[in-house]
């Protein structure tokens, strides 16, 4: 399949240079050229099927035959290998659970998948990748452990140096192996800055190939559709007919992956977009008026964004129509009191816990559930990785999970920067597969 530019329609790419670029080299966002319906046969077998076996039937379609289906097969096995349940929470509301995998997170998910195309892709070329991403906490830490051990590949993890949580910078400074991390004397706008100056250095990319592994990267956003159908597969099981579902977003990569399960014919009516107070498309799905601004710090940070990279995909799914996305997408703010009260109410009644990003989508689907619906939100982050914020609330300790004890007895490992260009210009050039 082609992939074309969300700028521009007649800049196309191969699924490979896609892959490898991230960005269209006009800037736009990659799109699948097609989006195709699954036919009877998927929809009849789904409910048996395994997680990895429903990446395998439903990503084919964008990522086969440039990787031929046996190799393919055993790749989605081995990328989606851990539980995603759908657990009650209320008779009528349940939590995708998308938080076991290794960094707790669903990002995970992305992350796992992507590196092993991109090695598939690299093994191909010979020369070594370089992926260089900046973090503020969470991105860092699911990109360090998905591509930990791949061949081919090294990553650098930039990041504001005292300015994430202990728990984060563990899950990506005690790996070792072909991850680098480095703590910038800065902030995390610092971080991006050189990142993005790395990016159009000609110079360095002569002696290095560079790349990123940000949701704007299709093969980061497309396989997380692989839980919708799970969801959906998961729900009849427990017996419910008509399902809505609430995606917390920060992005949007995420709710652009579940609007494609949707184009592939997903029986979901409806979506809810829900955000913190960052709310730029609750507003526009409002108004009509698309306006991003500066980000505002809230207790679920991995969604403070200002102006979401990936809203343009999904305005691309819809042809830019505003009525057509209204008729499929809601979107709901949630702001900072009513996550601390969701967190609290939920754990006082249920005894779930809930982290601050899933406490938003529990909030947003009780607020927008229609009379017969089932009510799914995307439980996005382990509680345990937001313990200042869940335990101050709940009055308790959370629980932490046995992979999350490992990574906090880690040895930290870290390269030290200025926020000036020239110190990680030589860290990479010292670390980096030359090509
Ligand atoms: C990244 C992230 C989000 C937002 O996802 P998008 O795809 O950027 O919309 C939500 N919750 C958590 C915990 C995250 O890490």
Redesign the pocket.
């Known amino acids: 399949m082609q992939y074309y530019s969300t700028n521009n329609p007649s800049v196309k790419s191969d699924l490979k240079r896609a892959v490898i670029n991230g960005l269209a080299a006009d800037k736009g966002l990659f799109m699948p050229e097609l989006i195709p319906v699954l036919p009877d046969d998927f929809w009849k077998a789904l409910p048996d099927m395994s997680l990895g076996e429903i990446g395998f039937q439903t990503l084919k379609h964008f990522f086969c035959p440039e990787i031929p289906e046996d190799e393919f097969r055993q790749l989605t096995t081995e990328a989606f290998n851990f539980p995603i349940p759908l657990v009650p929470v209320t008779d009528r509301i349940g939590s995708l659970e998308l938080f076991h995998g290794p960094t707790l997170?669903?990002?995970d998910i992305g992350a796992r998948f992507l590196a092993r195309v991109m090695a598939r892709f690299t093994k191909d070329t010979g020369a070594a990748v370089n992926v260089l991403v900046a973090t503020s906490g969470?991105?860092g830490s699911a990109v360090a452990n998905g591509f930990l051990g791949v061949e081919g590949v090294n990553v650098f993890v930039l990041y504001p140096k005292g300015l994430v949580s202990d728990v984060q910078e563990k899950q990506f400074t005690t790996l070792g192996q072909n991850i680098t991390a480095i703590e910038v004397d800065g902030t995390f706008d610092d971080c991006q800055r050189l990142v993005k100056t790395a990016f159009m250095d000609d110079e360095l990319k002569k002696s290095m190939q560079l790349t990123s592994a940000n949701?704007i990267n299709l093969a980061r956003?497309l396989p997380q559709m692989v839980y919708y159908f799970s969801a959906y597969a998961q729900a009849l099981k427990q017996g419910r007919k008509e399902v809505k579902l609430c995606?917390?977003?920060?992005?949007?990569?995420?709710?652009t992956a579940g609007l494609i399960a949707y184009k592939m014919g997903l029986p979901i009516k409806r979506f809810v977009a829900a955000t913190n107070c960052n709310d730029i498309v609750p507003k526009y799905l409002n108004t009509g008026n698309y306006q991003p601004a500066p980000s505002i710090a809230t207790p679920?940070n991995?969604?403070d964004?200002g102006d979401?990279s990936?809203f343009v995909r999904i305005q691309e799914l819809f042809h830019h129509k505003l009525s057509d996305i209204k008729a499929v997408v809601e979107g709901v703010k949630v702001d900072n009191d009513t996550i601390y009260s969701t967190i609290r109410s939920v754990f006082k009644t249920s005894g779930y816990v809930l982290?601050p990003?899933g406490a938003i989508g529990y909030h947003a689907i009780k607020d927008k559930l229609d009379t017969n619906a089932y009510g799914i939100f995307l439980a996005?982050?382990h509680p345990a990785k937001f313990p200042e914020t869940v335990e101050e609330v709940i009055q308790q300790k959370v629980e932490q999970p046995e992979r999350l004890k490992a990574f906090l007895d880690g040895q930290k490992q870290v390269e030290s920067a200025s926020a000036d260009y020239g110190d990680l210009v030589k860290i990479l050039l010292g670390h980096a597969g030359r090509k």
């Open positions: 997170a669903f990002k969470d991105t949701s956003f995606v917390p977003s920060g992005n949007f990569g995420n709710l679920a991995a969604m964004v979401p990936n982290d990003h996005t982050a």
